[in-house]
């Protein structure tokens, strides 16, 4: 593991630990005005999500008002009445473009990790060009856009292709924007942090690991906060930006899975074996937890470098310093992708 290169100490108050997450939303939702106080309308896709729900806490903290778009609008909502919630209508333009209408930002979290059933890549994209008109039709001033790491329409992977596509988009728009493309976050509500979270479980669960090849590939992870604190930033300003979000860490993913191991007090074995058998391995687990646990083109993708940036990082936190302080925590339950996103 290495640190990034113009990396500052960095040290979170204690209040902001993920421990006392729910302790944190709750004031900060105490402490929020009234939503009819605040004439200034952000719209927030996916904010019962991840990274959604970080950017909803930070606007919230600002005194924002603050409405969000979602492929679930009968789940609980966790911000009550200070968040109102709609459903995406990606098949209605005419309401889409309603329920942006008054709204300063669009922060767009939208996307889909994998294909499954009628949810496809394809369709992430159409309906992601959707979302851009309409808020070109709400006369929506800035769309900050939450992307990944290397894309690329040359791409092989359908995930990194598809980013590409939208990314496209955006800049042949009429909008303000900003692109902000994130490595591997980290950071969780519980146990919403679903690849970290899962490689804890297995470590903690079975007592075998198996990494793909030789590990050799890195990684840099991102704490989600920072991305949260870099689209709330770049919300106000004016200038068009493409900018990578990159945490100051980087290992290989061997130093990364062994990081986790020896924090979560891991007795598991972790051996290294042919990609084929990783995948196999997944495809077992999966059945038996009736869910995807990895897919081919994410090990492609990993094996392949495209979750590390050539940039400064920006990221404040390490996530050696998040797993101290989580390892408690960490991957005590298991976080299942289908359940919360299809």
């Known amino acids: 593991m290495k640190t990034g290169r113009g990396y500052r100490q ?3 108050p204690s209040s902001l630990l993920s421990a006392l997450i729910d302790l944190r939303m709750k004031d900060v939702l105490e402490e929020s005005l ?11 896709t996916g904010a019962f999500g991840y990274t959604g729900r970080y950017i909803t806490l930070r606007l919230l903290s600002m005194k924002k008002r603050v409405r969000t778009l979602t492929g679930h609008p009968n789940r609980e909502n966790p911000f009550g009445e200070q968040v109102s919630a709609f459903p995406f209508n990606f098949d209605n333009a005419a309401v ?15 996307w889909v990790r994998f294909q499954h059933g009628n949810v496809t890549y394809d369709k992430a994209v159409e309906n992601t060009k959707t979302l851009i008109r309409a808020a070109e039709e709400a006369d929506v001033r800035r769309f900050v856009h939450i992307s990944i790491t290397n894309p690329s329409q040359d791409s092989p992977l359908p995930y990194f292709r598809g980013k590409a596509l939208v990314e496209e988009a955006i800049l042949r728009s009429k909008l303000s924007y900003a692109i902000i493309r994130p490595t591997l976050i980290f950071g969780s509500f519980g146990v919403e942090g679903v690849l970290i979270n899962n490689i804890a479980w297995l ?12 590990g050799d590939y890195k990684v840099q992870p991102v704490y ?29 993913f061997d130093q990364f899975v062994h990081t986790i191991a020896a924090k979560v007090h891991s007795k598991a074995k972790i051996i290294h074996v042919d990609r084929w058998v990783v995948l196999a391995i997944a495809k ?59």
């Open 284 to 342: 077992i687990l999966g059945q038996l937890l009736r869910d995807i646990v990895l897919t081919s083109d994410e090990i492609k993708g990993l094996m392949a470098g495209l979750l590390i940036s050539s940039m400064r990082p920006n990221g404040k936190m390490r996530f050696s310093e998040w797993l101290e302080l989580n390892a408690d925590t960490v991957g005590t339950r298991y976080s299942s992708e289908l359940s919360q996103h299809y």
């Open 203 to 214: 470590l903690r669960k079975f007592p075998l690991f198996t990494i793909a090849g030789r």
């Open 96 to 110: 889409l473009a309603n329920s942006l209408r008054g709204a300063t930002t669009l922060y767009n979290t939208y």
């Open 10 to 12: 960095y040290v979170a």
């Open 34 to 44: 009234p939503i009819t106080e605040s004439p200034e309308l952000h719209v927030v």
């Open 224 to 252: 989600v906060e920072d991305v949260a604190e870099l689209a709330v930033s770049l919300a106000q300003q004016d200038r068009n930006i493409v900018i990578d979000a990159v945490g100051p860490e980087i290992y290989t």
